[in-house]
């Protein structure tokens, strides 16, 4: 009922849930039509979510002739389409493990997607902009980029070695939700607004609110993206782990930039416990990351 009478009193949150809806629809359709594949789109999740919060309509795609399987997010940034921001599908794909639970073949396919970034055979994304651009990597320390001509209808190599610069001057993160965050986080954004930080360069804020938009920026500019833990409404961040911030995780990682959870390490290395689970990130550049680590490992004084 509450999710009901969201619907009807916020148009944008029912433009996102049916924009999510058709972006579902479309992909599986194009993906059915390669004959290659089966999918299944996993049930919502709201085990530590709010109940009356939209999940995106993830879907679960399994090579018919090889072990393969892919986790993809239809469109990420669904909530800002109707403004005309930048919006994207991301994807990874995993080795399907051969112990993978499940008593039926929907259940062994979400069992087999629960794995940690770091096994992930490649992973991309493609971005609805002023241009469509296609970026991806198949795990060989090597970034491809691709854009779409209109009038061949082909995608183009305009990008064919993506690497991200070892530090930026841009920070990306959202704004609103600082006062719920850690002190350590906080000293080291002042430490970049004021320019007393490593590089003695005062850095700019950017933040589009589309997670493929702000990466997409920050690899090729260099720089850093965060959406932390904070002590009021994302205890656990609000950008879910298997199907957004681990395949960028990875694509980063791989074009020579840095990811950590900001609590234990690696991003890299935190397994999924169920499909739509939230957890912090930062991703970036390779010195942006090193220096946060070391407000919140304690090294720098606050």
Known sequence: AEVDEMYQTDGRFYSMKRLDQLSTTVLRNA????????????AADNHE??????????????????????????LDGSGNADAAICTGTVFGVFQEEE???????QERLVQSVLQPARNMKAAGYCLYSSATVLVFTLGDNKVLGFTLDPQSNEFVLTHPNLHIPSRGNVYSCNEANSEG?????KAYLRALKTGENESKTQYAHRYVGSMVGDIHRTLNYGGIFCYPSDSGSHPRGNLQLLYKSAPMAFLVTQAGGRSIDG??????????ERIHQKYPCFIGSPDDIAELEKYLSGEKEI
């Open 31 to 42: 993906l059915r039509f390669t004959g290659k594949v089966q999918m299944v789109a996993p």
């Open 49 to 74: 979510e709010r109940p009356a919060e939209h999940q995106p309509g993830v879907l679960i795609a399994s090579a018919l002739d090889s072990n393969y399987v892919a986790c993809l997010d239809p």
């Open 99 to 105: 112990e993978s639970g499940g008593e039926t073949k």
């Open 181 to 185: 965050w850690s002190k350590e986080f």
């Open 263 to 272: 609590e234990t390490g690696d991003l890299l290395d935190v397994e999924p």
